[in-house]
């Protein structure tokens, strides 16, 4: 698509990853100025085009493991001879992986009007190529609590259910008593003895059902030992066989749990972004902080995750004030090449190579420039050609 500039009714707004061509006879036909604020763009007839910034994102694995004391814990050694085993309810984080990346949206601070000079006897032709999609970016809320990060979701911690992690500790809580009750009739010199049995329910103590899950775990490997000899001389295949092994082992350490208890792991995946600022002197951000005992926290001095860029800065040219011209014409960046390194206490988790396109010098085009392709991706100059 080809738009004539000197019968623009108005405005047009260019949006990043876009490829602009111009053609001009003249240098002195174009008129580029840098735009602060909508107002400056009141009875304007041009195109606005935005420099590209780069906008980094940390994406975090974080490890959650959670033990669990079997509730016949106590028992383990007596009835089982285990002294190995889980006594309390714990919680250990730690870092799994990490991965950096970057991606590229309009710099607000480095918008730009092209108006043709109004004298000019020439022409000046503008292509756009092709529009890639916009990418979207997800911020964090810094109202949230605690400060600056999302809630911790109550689903991350999961709650001790023996019904769910110990099911063989619930599967009979309570077993069937018959009591017998002998009760005397006596008429004249007659006596006569009436017996009643009355049935009642009584829960098990927790002894009790350690032996009895003692006694389920003998058994169970009793049975494995009998099948594998062939005690019950029946030829069974070798796919049947194994599945009846499998049960039993599944039995058997469904029984054990509740004396050796349940480690649980799950993977929380965390994400953070933030802009380079320029003429920052360190280019260290804190991302987050983090303990072993309690996962994600707010960063502090010894706890800490962050991002250090490894680059030569140059001095950043900072192109025209806003509202005045640019003294050559189109306004472009060379970006800045770097190493952005993810690092907890000094030691490196990752690293990888990026361009960092705010941290680079604001340059124009020379004077008498015959054709140009300007890629908005980059906020570089894809080809010049001058005569």
Not at 111 to 136: A, C, D, M, R
Not at 201 to 219: M, S
Not at 244 to 259: D, G, I
Not at 349 to 359: A, D, G, M
């Amino acid at each position: 698509m080809k738009t004539r500039l000197i019968n623009l009714p108005g405005v047009v707004a260019i949006t990043i990853i876009l490829t602009l061509l111009v053609h001009s006879d003249l240098f002195a036909q174009l008129r580029v100025t840098r735009v602060s604020a909508p107002e400056m763009l009141t009875g304007k007839n041009g195109i606005v085009y935005s420099l590209p910034r780069t906008l980094v994102h940390v994406d975090l694995w974080i490890d959650k493991t959670q033990q669990f004391a079997g509730p016949l814990a106590e028992f383990a050694e007596e009835f089982m001879g285990m002294d190995d085993v889980i006594t309390k309810n714990t919680v250990n984080f730690s870092i799994n992986n990490a991965c950096l990346w970057t991606s590229v949206e309009p710099d607000p601070g480095q918008v730009y009007l092209i108006e043709k000079e109004e004298k000019s006897q020439g022409e000046i032709w503008i292509s756009f190529g092709k529009t890639s999609p916009v990418i979207s970016i997800e911020k964090f809320d810094k109202t949230v609590s605690p400060k600056g990060f999302a809630d911790w979701d109550e689903d991350l911690y999961m709650v001790q259910d023996p019904g769910h992690l110990f099911r063989k500790y619930s599967e009979a809580p309570a077993r069937d008593v018959i009591d017998t009750i002998i009760r005397k009739v006596s008429i004249d010199t007659l006596v006569i003895e009436e017996k009643i049995l009355k049935h009642t329910l009584v829960e098990y103590t927790d002894r009790e059902k350690a032996r009895e899950a003692a006694g389920k775990i003998r058994q169970i490997e009793q049975d494995k030992y009998n099948l594998l000899i062939g005690y019950q001389e029946t030829a069974y295949s070798l796919e049947a066989l194994a599945f009846m092994h499998n049960k039993l082992e599944e039995q058997r350490l469904e029984y054990l749990k509740l004396f050796t208890g349940v480690s649980v792991t799950e993977t929380l995946k965390f994400d953070y972004h933030f802009y380079p600022e320029i003429g920052k002197e360190k280019q260290e951000y804190a991302l987050a902080g983090f303990s072993k005992n309690a996962g994600i926290t707010e960063p502090g001095d010894e706890n800490a995750i962050v991002v250090k860029l490894q680059a030569e800065i140059p001095d950043t040219i900072p192109g025209p004030p806003a509202g005045e011209q640019a003294t050559t014409g189109l306004v472009y960046r060379i970006p800045v090449s770097a190493v952005a390194v993810l690092t907890y206490q000094e030691k490196e988790i990752v690293s990888k190579p990026v361009e960092i396109l705010q941290l680079g010098m604001l340059l124009t085009l020379p004077a008498g420039f015959k054709r140009v392709e300007f890629n908005l991706e980059t906020g570089t100059l894809k080809t010049v050609i001058i005569e």
